[in-house]
């Protein structure tokens, strides 16, 4: 009987998030809060009605990759490729001031280490977890906002994709320190060849369901076919390439953008998005979080993580949008949106755990820094977005 618990659990999410998504939008945040919110109240932290399992997790992940296949099928390539070397610029200061302040920051509470040393390498490392950017919330609340295909939005997702990207060498790299085996060049070629592969695989594919698109215009196999070629390419990804799922999953929305069914196949993933997977995948990161183990100094050390965390995106992903002519508010907004944490963070503190350079103590911080900046992101891009015009409605005036 243990094995239909999950349809309780299923039950327990669904309506607790989307009464407390309805309850946020009530007081006029997005949707994603309430959900997140939900997920910390009914999990381990405070009612313990729902406990993290591997099928929520397995769950969960589905909804990240859905969203962004959703996230990919709604990007203007043309906005993209213009943005493209902007992106970067963004995402290297995105990736290199973090590992910078959380390398201090850690050294701050524990002392400067000689370099070499095993506390210079988890130094680092705390500063490599910082590094991570989870777009997936940004995604969601822009899209409610109907900001997502403007320029600000698409050169946060941009700098997010790429941001991965990056911080995967970083980690890889940070780890070599203590595992002799891993070959930071083997990394960068297999990130060349993913790419490479996507541009080869995307234009041979996206020809194929231009042909199923004008064979079978308007149908529901258009979106079962994009939905399989979503889940294979992220499969690709992480199985041969060692590159993050989501990635895979954006890139193949990507692919797929400049069909004339594109919003079609959009719409038919928004419909499995908005009624399971995504509540479950916003839900679980309440559900990730367990703050009976807090003391006095981790707190202070978490607290301290929290705040290093989100100001180090704002000053390193803004200040460079604002030097590459962003205005002053949109550059606030690209380093707003780009200070969330979520699955890639886990997964970086889960691998340092592994290897040793991080101790399960600061898992507490790690999770902290994804609930602040999950709940804080949405309600900051909305404040800054208040009374201006959608871009789309600015356009065509």
């Known amino acids: ?164 990207v990056i911080g995967i060498i970083v980690l890889t790299v940070v780890v070599g320190f203590k595992s002799p085996d891993s070959n930071p060049g083997k990394v960068v070629l297999n990130t060349v060849l993913f790419f490479v592969m996507a541009v080869v695989a995307g234009y041979l594919f996206y020809f194929l369901f231009r042909k199923f698109d004008t064979l079978y215009p308007h149908t529901r196999r258009i979106p079962i076919l994009g939905l399989a070629f979503c889940f294979a390419m992220s499969y690709i990804a992480e199985k041969y390439f060692g590159i993050a799922d989501i990635t895979g999953a954006y890139v193949a929305g990507i692919v797929l953008c400049s069909l004339r069914d594109s919003s079609y196949i959009a719409q038919k993933m928004d419909t499995n998005s908005y009624m399971l997977f995504g509540p479950v995948f916003f839900a679980s990161i309440g559900l990730k979080t367990n703050i009976d183990n807090l003391d006095g100094s981790i707190l202070l050390f978490a607290a301290a993580f929290v705040v290093v965390g989100l100001i180090a995106k704002i000053i390193g992903c803004g200040l460079v949008a604002r030097l590459c002519r962003f205005k002053g508010k949109d550059a606030l907004k690209i380093g707003v949106g780009m200070m969330t944490r979520g699955e890639v963070a886990l997964i970086v503190a889960q691998k340092g755990l592994s290897v040793g350079l991080m101790t399960p103590v600061y898992f507490t911080a790690v999770i902290l820094l994804i609930i602040v900046s999950s709940i804080l992101t949405p309600i900051v891009l909305k404040l800054l977005y208040a009374g201006e015009p959608l871009e789309e409605v600015a356009a065509a005036k």
């Open 1 to 164: 009987m243990e094995a239909y618990s999950v349809f309780r659990d299923l039950a327990i999410i669904i309506l607790v998030a989307k009464a407390f998504g309805i309850l946020a939008r009530k007081c006029k945040a997005p949707q994603v809060v309430g959900e997140i919110i939900a997920g910390l109240i009914i999990g381990p932290s405070i009612l313990g009605w729902v406990d993290q399992t591997n099928f929520l997790v397995q769950m969960a992940e589905i909804g990240v990759i859905l969203l962004m296949f959703s996230a990919g099928l709604e990007t203007d390539i043309k906005e993209l490729l213009r943005t493209g070397p902007i992106a970067l610029l963004i995402a290297c200061a995105g990736v290199f001031v973090p590992l910078i302040f959380g390398t201090l920051l850690y050294m701050a509470f524990y002392g400067a280490a000689p370099w070499g040393s095993e506390e210079f390498y988890k130094a680092v490392f705390i500063g490599t977890i910082l590094t991570a950017t989870s777009v997936s919330i940004t995604v969601e609340s822009l899209r409610e906002m109907g900001r997502l295909k403007g320029k600000v939005g698409t050169t946060i997702l941009s700098a997010a994709i790429i941001d991965d």
